[in-house]
């Protein structure tokens, strides 16, 4: 296991008991302070598909916090059926737009102020909504690919967000998870840093925890962060009692 708990009591650490609202995402897009966001399909993702698949066709996949990912076409283009949530209207419009998909806009009755944006081909939902939410209007997954959502959430929120993947995750269900590893005592995030002592903590109990592989994901907007080192770490999680 790699990490430590976070510190919380040193003099050198960095504090990761910050709260983000909603509204500070939802500014962050509006200001196009995304550069979280991927131009192109995860490298780690398309590495390890088959994985995800498990040869299996036409999936339910979920992307949590997916704002406007470009994975979600190209999965939606092997024939699988895509549902996302964010809470940011923008990222959501932004991705049918930039991939040129038509697309219809609903209220969602089941939860006050909700929308869901549906591509006319029916493959691909998106939800404008807190991810809390998703239980009212969900079925259960087959697969959840998960890069950027978990580390985004706050640290205070994790365990409730833990829950919901969970409840959301059918019994066959393969979900790759993508946390992120650096020098917490230099970066308070997002993206938080999470440990593997946390990581086994939120979802050990309901899933086996495989690690598969860490990628060297250090860039220029890292290194403004004060880091030297930054690593992508991915996950395959799936429910207890899988064959």
């Known amino acids: 296991m790699e990490g430590s708990t976070i510190e919380t ?5 960095v504090k990761q008991d910050k709260v983000l609202a909603k509204e500070e ?4 897009w509006e200001q196009k302070n995304i550069a979280f966001h991927q131009e192109h399909i995860h490298r780690l993702l398309e590495k390890n598909m088959d994985l995800l698949l498990n040869n299996r066709t036409n999936l339910r996949i979920f992307f949590p916090l997916c704002g406007k990912a470009v ?4 999965l939606a283009d092997m024939g699988h059926s895509i549902t996302g949530v964010d809470v940011s209207e923008i990222g959501l419009k932004d991705f049918f737009i930039e991939q040129n998909i038509p697309y219809v806009e609903e209220q969602v009755l089941e939860i006050p102020g909700a929308k869901v944006f549906k591509s006319l081909s ?3 939902l998106l939800y404008c909504c807190s991810i809390y939410d998703m239980c009212r209007v969900a079925d259960k997954f087959d697969c959840i690919w998960d890069r950027g959502a978990l580390v985004a959430v706050n640290p205070c929120d994790r365990e409730r967000y833990a829950n919901i993947l969970t409840s959301l995750m059918e019994k066959e269900c393969r979900y790759l998870l993508v946390i992120v590893s650096y020098d917490h005592t230099k970066f308070g995030g997002p ?3 999470i440990p593997d002592s946390e990581l ?3 979802f050990g109990s309901f ?5 598969l592989e860490k990628a060297d994901a250090l860039k220029e907007r890292q290194q403004k ?5 930054f690593y992508e770490n991915m996950y395959l999680l799936t429910p207890k009692g899988q064959s």
């Open 9 to 13: 009591n040193a003099t050198t650490a």
């Open 25 to 28: 995402w939802i500014m962050k």
């Open 71 to 74: 994975d979600m076409k190209w």
């Open 122 to 124: 029916g493959n691909i």
């Open 191 to 193: 993206p938080f840093y």
């Open 200 to 202: 086994d903590k939120l």
């Open 207 to 211: 899933c086996c925890i495989k690690y």
């Open 225 to 229: 962060w004060g880091l030297d080192y």
